[in-house]
T-cell receptor
Framework: AQSVTQLGSHVSVSEGALVLLRCNYS??????LFWYVQYPNQGLQLLLK??????LVKGINGFEAEFKKSETSFHLTKPSAHMSDAAEYFC???????????FGAGTRLTVKP | KAGVTQTPRYLIKTRGQQVTLSCSPI?????VSWYQQTPGQGLQFLFE???????NKGNFPGRFSGRQFSNSRSEMNVSTLELGDSALYLC???????????????FGPGTRLTVL
């Protein structure tokens, strides 16, 4: 079955610094990969998704992620962090053979002024 | 376009009671999935309903059940509540559902259930 591992349960960056949130996946077939963000007391909101088109995927709020098959990774980046980016971020995987979506444990991003 | 709504937003129950949570999907979406979110276990898939049929089920005991109505609204029921059932329960809707893997889900704000 497919799964994802998010490295680092907490990441802290300064405002204006690069944001890098790591996600590695495991899947026996080509995966579909997603990044979601969750703000306090809210549900999850889709940032971006990879569905086998371009390997570099651009999402909302300046985030992007690159699918690297050789590294089984789908890391999320943003060139310059903003205070409003503070939230919890979830990587998720699904594939054409399974009727579910598996989420990583989440990474809490803190942005320091 | 209205988003996914969940009611109630907060709920406090005692052990042994049962609870019903409600989810109204985005208009036109036929799939509703339910997830349990806890600090220890993260986000875990409960089940998906598509056009009133349960299409997939996660690894939860039979105390967790659900249904979907003809208007796509869904309810989730938990019977004989245990302390460990305290969690944020999220529902998500999508137009085509989870089958095929590539479809986006839209999440509601969740229902926070506390079991005392």
């Amino acid at each position: 079955a497919q799964s994802v591992t998010q490295l680092g349960s907490h990441v802290s960056v300064s405002e204006g610094a690069l944001v890098l949130l790591r996600c590695n996946y495991s899947s026996s077939v080509p995966p579909y990969l997603f990044w979601y963000v969750q703000y306090p007391n809210q549900g999850l909101q889709l940032l971006l998704k990879y569905t086998s088109a371009a390997t570099l995927v651009k999402g909302i709020n300046g985030f992007e992620a690159e699918f690297k098959k050789s590294e089984t990774s789908f890391h999320l980046t943003k060139p310059s962090a903003h205070m409003s980016d503070a939230a919890e971020y979830f990587c998720a995987v699904s594939d054409r053979n399974n009727n579910d979506m598996r989420f990583g444990a989440g990474t809490r991003l803190t942005v320091k002024p | 376009k209205a988003g996914v709504t969940q009611t109630p937003r907060y709920l406090i129950k005692t052990r042994g009671q049962q609870v019903t949570l409600s989810c109204s999907p985005i208009s036109g979406h036929r799939s509703v999935s339910w997830y349990q979110q806890t600090p220890g276990q993260g986000l875990q898939f409960l089940f998906e309903y598509f056009s009133e049929t349960q299409r997939n089920k996660g690894n939860f005991p039979g105390r967790f059940s659900g249904r979907q109505f003809s208007n796509s609204r869904s309810e989730m029921n938990v019977s004989t509540l245990e302390l460990g059932d305290s969690a944020l329960y999220l529902c998500a809707s999508s137009r085509q559902g989870l089958a095929g893997g590539r479809n986006e889900q839209f999440f509601g704000p969740g229902t926070r259930l506390t079991v005392l």
